[in-house]
């Protein structure tokens, strides 16, 4: 099972960055691909965006192409969201999560496809 603790979350303005991050505690992170969710009240959780194991494939949802960019770092087991130009509509309670997977170069957008989950962190976007 892997540990996963997000941080990074607060209040921001519209137009505004944040960078979140996720630290994995598990040796075998450089074999799971990583994704990001979020959850606005009410809402169901949805996906973000991915990477995967390798770090050679990333897939977005489209509302936040050009403006998110989803990177990872193997030697300290961390995965980062950058979030720029940020929108009201961004804020939601937002997730890492992670899936062991023999494909190194294989993102996994489905819910159900990963196996462990982050407690979440908040991100607001003021208007």
């Keep these: 099972q892997v540990q996963l603790v997000e941080s990074g979350g607060g209040l921001e303005q519209a137009g505004g960055s944040l960078r979140l991050s996720c630290a994995a505690s ?3 992170f450089g074999s799971c691909a990583m994704g990001w969710f979020r959850q606005a009240p009410g ?39 950058q979030m720029n130009s940020l929108k009201p509509e961004d804020t939601a309670d937002y997730y890492c999560a992670a899936r062991l997977t023999a494909t190194s170069g294989t993102v996994y957008s489905g819910r159900s496809a990963y196996n462990d989950w982050g407690q979440g962190t908040q991100v607001t976007v003021s208007s």
């Design 26 to 28: 598990t040796r075998t």
């Design 43 to 81: 809402k169901e959780r949805d996906f973000v965006a991915g990477i995967s194991r390798s770090g050679s494939s990333t897939q977005y949802i489209d509302s936040v192409k050009g403006r998110f960019t989803i990177s990872r770092d193997n030697t300290n087991n961390t995965v980062y969201l």
